[in-house]
């Protein structure tokens, strides 16, 4: 009994010391951390009545922000920006904004990794096509 309970000291004295040494960290499988924010630039022309839906993976949860970045040639009209989820062939709106400018940024939590999209569109301000920047970070 007595030589059970020295190697069991034995054994978490070695383990302190272990972890002492590797700065107190462990690399824990079930919680990784996850890794910096990720940047993705999309753009493309919006037309009257028309919309605009990138897909995107995000490998983490956290936030995720979506910003026009830029709309026309500094066009002051209003257009709709949204985050949503992507199920392989239809985004499904979780934030919108109906009233984005150029500048105008959405923000969102992903509670879990997975698919998700942004969207442009037109709210009925448009009168010809004109050239969009979004730009997403997500986890």
């Known amino acids: 009994m007595r030589r059970s309970i020295s190697r ?8 302190a010391s272990a972890a002492w040494a590797c700065g107190g ?3 824990n499988p079930f919680n990784p951390t996850p890794p910096a924010p990720e940047t993705l630039t999309f753009d493309g022309t919006l037309t009257p009545n028309g919309a605009q839906t990138f897909s995107f993976p995000a490998n983490y949860s956290g936030t995720v922000t979506a910003t ?7 066009s ?3 257009v709709g920006l ?8 239809a985004c499904t709106l979780v934030v919108t904004n109906d009233s984005a400018t150029q ?5 969102a939590t992903s ?5 998700l999209c942004v969207r442009v569109y037109d709210v009925g301000t448009l009168t010809e096509a004109l050239p969009f920047i979004v730009t997403v970070v997500h986890p």
């Open 103 to 107: 500048g105008t940024v959405v923000t």
């Open 8 to 15: 069991t000291f034995f054994a978490l004295v070695v383990a």
């Open 111 to 115: 509670s879990s990794a997975g698919s």
């Open 25 to 27: 960290t462990s690399n």
């Open 68 to 74: 026009l970045t830029s709309f026309g040639p500094d």
């Open 82 to 89: 949204s985050l949503g989820t992507w199920s392989g062939s």
């Open 76 to 78: 002051p009209l209003t």
